[in-house]
């Protein structure tokens, strides 16, 4: 790292999604000085660079938001109960100009490295627009959805059509009239088969690994809608925070087998015609990931689902799961359906994998070139320490993260690592997994309080104090979400939740299972503890 410097803040804050916004606002408020860094060429995060055709939250609307400014909260309006990414990306905007946080903002500027400075007690970080900056404390917004996961195949460079990750969108792209493959059905892949289904001239769904999907339940947010949300928004937050996923429903405490096979469907069927994912696999049986008897249960209900959806009994068979239910649970605006066009295909990857792609487009092992247009790759992302291990980031002992997490990305709270003083991950490993905005206020307010802490003294001091948590506590924590997840089936479905995506990354515990209640109850518990699981010097 070249150590000159060519500019000093008290925080740098790194990316500029829900995490970095907020967090930035909290420092400012706090009178730091922070200089947020973006390698986007604006606002918005996953937002800002998942602009593909379909693109949706699954939370809804009123939830998929900050809860801590409450006159926009009563405001700011939502045309539906999910919102589109337009919609997302101009509410940060919104957010970003109300608050005039634009200043402090620097786009288009990566940070490529970081290295703590023991003697300064300072983080050097290097940009990728050229000047390094120096800060106190160095906070990561830089996502846990963010890095893209791109599979290579032999010949990709041939192939002369258009090539695009969902996560990196091109802003203009017509899919009018073109013959496209879509390689992934995860969350990504359903959302943009759905949407352009309709208008292409052909479409080429590559799958590895079919997937349960239920209806999100979508529908215009009508004026009453919004008008009880408003005289209730407190108790919903209220609930929301104190539930385990924080998608606005109660989870269930009923295990699936001591009900009635009559009152199994109800409840399934009731959950189905409601919508949304999260809710299907935890408001109706509170064992469905963990009993294999409940699971299959449930995936029966959504396999029969399929059938009546899908009338070609070979596109049927092909869609249609068999292992467990048991991957993040996703829900559709009608994805089954459009596999009744004659225009759109499903190929099946276990049965004829991909041999190469060529000029025109992809050839299988049965023999078949694919002829295509556009290849969207909807492939995923190396999720949760993706960003932190594309780049070297060096604590106290010249150790990088990358090296420090070869066995698997490990931290305290989801926010700190032992060796990395005054640095603070928002949506770090082994942090909540719920809907997400009210787990990362709750971590931006955890981090600001922390920050305050030290900040405070060292205006009085002169000096720095430097956070830094134990190994203890970040031994302890990892131990503790690993137990969380032992009886989990999502451990035996791969997924990114395990790190089982990405090839050659190390499967481990990537997520606190215990739900965004009993974390925010750690939190607290932490700070009345006078942060035992952290050192000041
Ligand atoms: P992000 O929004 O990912 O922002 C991180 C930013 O950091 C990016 O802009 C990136 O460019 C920047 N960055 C990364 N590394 C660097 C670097 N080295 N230097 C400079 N900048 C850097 N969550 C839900 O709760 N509900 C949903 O319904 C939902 N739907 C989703 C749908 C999609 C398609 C995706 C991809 C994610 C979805 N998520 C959902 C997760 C979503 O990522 C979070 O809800 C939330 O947006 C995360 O905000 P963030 O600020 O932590 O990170
Ligand atoms: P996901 O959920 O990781 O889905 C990626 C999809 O791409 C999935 O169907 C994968 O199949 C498939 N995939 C990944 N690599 C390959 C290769 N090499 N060949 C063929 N198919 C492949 O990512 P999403 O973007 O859909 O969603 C991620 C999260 O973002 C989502 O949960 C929301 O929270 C938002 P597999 O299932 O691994 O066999």
């Known amino acids: 790292l070249d150590h000159t410097i060519h500019s000093k803040v008290d925080a740098i804050v790194v990316g500029a999604g829900f995490g970095g916004i907020y967090m930035c606002k909290k420092l400012v408020d706090q009178g730091l ?5 973006e390698a986007a060429s604006d606002i918005g995060g996953t937002w800002y660079w998942n602009r593909y055709p379909g693109a949706m939250s699954d939370t809804n609307s009123h939830l998929y938001r900050y809860s801590w400014d409450k006159e926009d909260l009563l405001k700011y309006p939502w045309s539906r109960t999910y919102l589109r990414q337009p919609e997302i990306l101009k509410y940060l905007e919104h957010v970003v100009e109300r608050h005039n946080l634009r200043q402090h903002m620097q786009f288009n500027t990566m940070m490529t490295g970081a290295e703590w400075n023991p003697e300064t007690n300072t983080w050097t970080v290097q940009t990728s627009t050229g000047p390094n900056l120096e800060a106190n404390y160095l906070v990561t917004g830089v996502g846990l959805l963010s890095k893209q996961n791109f599979p290579v195949y032999p010949g990709i460079d041939k192939y002369k059509g258009k090539l695009y990750h969902s996560g990196a969108w091109p802003k203009q792209y017509d899919f009018k009239g073109k013959r496209v493959g879509v390689l992934g059905n995860g969350s990504t892949g359903v959302q943009i088969i759905t949407d352009i289904a309709d208008y292409v001239k052909q479409l080429v769904c590559f799958q590895r690994t079919p997937q349960y999907v239920v209806p999100s339940g979508d529908k215009v947010a009508t004026p009453e809608h919004r008008a009880e949300v408003n005289a209730n928004y407190d108790a919903i937050w209220k609930q929301a925070k104190e539930s385990a996923f924080a998608f606005g429903f109660e989870e269930s405490t009923t295990p699936l087998m001591s009900v009635s096979k009559e009152e199994r ?17 935890f408001g109706t049986f509170s064992d469905i990931v963990t009993s294999e008897e409940a699971n299959e249960e449930a995936a029966k209900f959504i396999r029969s689902k399929i059938r009546g959806k899908v009338n070609d009994p070979e596109k049927a068979r092909k869609l249609t799961p068999t292992d467990f239910y048991a991957r993040r649970p996703l829900c559709d605006a009608g994805y089954y359906e459009k596999f009744n066009y004659d225009h759109v295909d499903i190929v099946d990857l276990k049965e004829a994998p991909i041999t190469e ?11 078949i070139e694919h002829e295509l247009d556009a290849i969207v790759f909807a492939t995923g992302f190396d999720a949760v320490d993706g960003n932190y291990t594309s780049i070297s980031i060096k604590g106290k002992n010249d150790e990088t993260l990358k090296q420090r997490w070869a066995d698997g990305a490990t931290s305290y709270l989801g926010l700190s690592v032992p060796d990395f003083p005054n640095l603070f991950m928002i949506l770090g490993p082994n942090g909540p997994f719920t809907n997400l905005p009210p787990s990362i206020e709750t971590q931006v307010e955890f981090i600001e309080e922390l920050i305050a802490r030290s900040f405070g003294s060292s205006a009085e001091t002169g000096s720095n104090r430097v956070i830094e948590t134990t190994t203890k506590a970040e031994h302890d924590w990892t131990e503790m979400c690993d137990n969380i997840s032992k009886d989990s089936l999502f451990r035996k479905a791969d997924s990114w939740i395990f790190g089982a995506n990405v090839p050659g990354k190390k499967k481990s515990v990537l997520f606190y299972f215990g739900g ?8 607290d518990a932490e700070v009345k503890s006078g942060y035992k699981g952290y050192h000041f010097y």
Do not use: P
């Not at 965004?516 to 939190?523: T, W």
């Open 33 to 37: 000085s922070v200089r947020l860094i």
């Open 265 to 281: 469907e109800r409840v399934f069927e009731d959950a189905w015609q409601k919508g949304n994912g999260f809710r299907f696999m």
């Open 357 to 367: 792609f060529t000029e025109k487009g992809i050839k299988t092992a049965d023999g």
């Open 516 to 523: 965004l209640g009993q974390y925010r109850q750690v939190l």
